[in-house]
């Protein structure tokens, strides 16, 4: 059993920035896959962001050379630094972690003002 807990969102306006970040409950050492994705109103889940445990990424090309993934093997912790956020990042974003089946955290409120 895997649990994230994810923490950093907000309401922010256009052109600012955020981190997200996601603790595990377990070490990511053991994890496979973590990653970013959003739910926006009406619309499907999405990928946004992967790291993998040899430190591989995707990222969606909607977020390309704005956003960033990255890990911290010490703290159990992924993060998505948000940059040059745009009124179409508004989403519920879940942490994502593989570890031998799906997990996700409770989602955290992304809002990016015009």
Request: a positive charge; one cysteine or more.
């Given at each position: 059993?895997?649990?994230?807990?994810?923490?950093?969102?907000?309401?922010?306006?256009?052109?600012?920035?955020?981190r997200?970040?996601?603790?595990?409950?377990?070490?990511?050492?053991?994890?496979?896959?973590?990653?970013w994705?959003?739910q926006?109103?009406?619309?499907?889940?999405?990928?946004?962001?992967?790291?993998r445990?040899?430190?591989?990424?995707?990222?969606?090309?909607?977020?390309?050379?704005?956003?960033?993934?990255s890990?911290?093997?010490?703290?159990?912790?992924?993060?998505?630094?948000?940059?040059?956020?745009?009124?179409?990042?508004?989403?519920?974003?879940?942490?994502?972690?593989?570890?031998?089946?799906?997990?996700?955290?409770?989602?955290?409120?992304?809002?990016?003002?015009?």
């Amino acid at each position: 059993q895997v649990q994230l807990v994810e923490s950093g969102g907000g309401l922010v306006q256009a052109g600012g920035s955020l981190r997200l970040s996601c603790a595990t409950s377990t070490s990511i050492f053991s994890i496979n896959t973590m990653g970013w994705y959003r739910q926006a109103p009406g619309k499907q889940r999405e990928m946004v962001a992967i790291i993998r445990s040899g430190g591989n990424t995707n990222y969606a090309e909607s977020v390309k050379g704005r956003f960033t993934i990255s890990r911290d093997n010490a703290k159990n912790t992924v993060y998505l630094q948000m940059n040059s956020l745009k009124p179409e990042d508004t989403a519920v974003y879940y942490c994502y972690a593989l570890y031998f089946v799906n997990y996700w955290g409770q989602g955290t409120q992304v809002t990016v003002s015009s």
